[in-house]
């Protein structure tokens, strides 16, 4: 994983870099503090995502680990289950992480969530609509716009 990470983490910082030269306006100093901060925000974030994911996932391995040499030993079945959300809470972190440190997923997400997304560029999509298209499409008649059970 922390491959995976470092892999990531190079790919952005050479991206961070292009796109830096492509700045005609800037002098040259200046564009390499902006290369120099944006290199060490994004470098923090990778460290905040790549320690959530060591905290949530350490706890089981730790737990595997003892069940493989030592399986006599008990584990108790609470400190298990623990362990086990605690890892799959990571996967509900990342994008808490993601809206805290990243400018354009923070609006993408507000987009995507906010009232007026029917009148955006991505467009509303529900079941209704989705069931009056296909009506249409098979060349049927009327079509009731009945709202889904609890909605």
């Given at each position: 994983m922390l491959v995976l990470y470092a892999r990531?983490?190079?790919?952005?910082?050479?991206?961070?870099?292009?796109?830096?030269?492509w700045a005609v306006d800037v002098s040259r100093r200046r564009?390499?503090?902006?290369i120099v901060v944006r290199e060490f925000r994004m470098a923090t974030s990778l460290f905040i995502v790549v320690f959530c994911f060591v905290v949530c996932w350490f706890p089981i391995h730790i737990l595997n680990v003892?069940?493989?040499?030592?399986?006599?030993?008990?584990?108790?079945?609470?400190?298990v289950l623990t362990a086990v959300i605690l890892s799959h809470?990571?996967?509900?972190?990342?994008p808490i992480i993601y809206v805290f440190r990243m400018r354009t997923f923070r609006r993408a997400i507000e987009a995507t969530l906010s009232c007026s997304c029917g009148t955006s560029a991505v467009g509303s999509v529900t079941a209704t609509s989705l069931a009056k298209a296909a009506h249409e499409?098979?060349?049927?008649?009327?079509i009731?716009?009945?709202?889904?059970?609890?909605t």
């Open positions: 990531i983490f190079l790919e952005i910082r050479r991206q961070i870099r292009q796109i830096a030269e564009r390499r503090r902006r003892v069940r493989l040499f030592c399986p006599q030993c008990l584990v108790p079945t609470d400190l809470a990571n996967s509900a972190i990342n499409q098979r060349g049927g008649g009327q009731r716009d009945v709202p889904l059970p609890g």
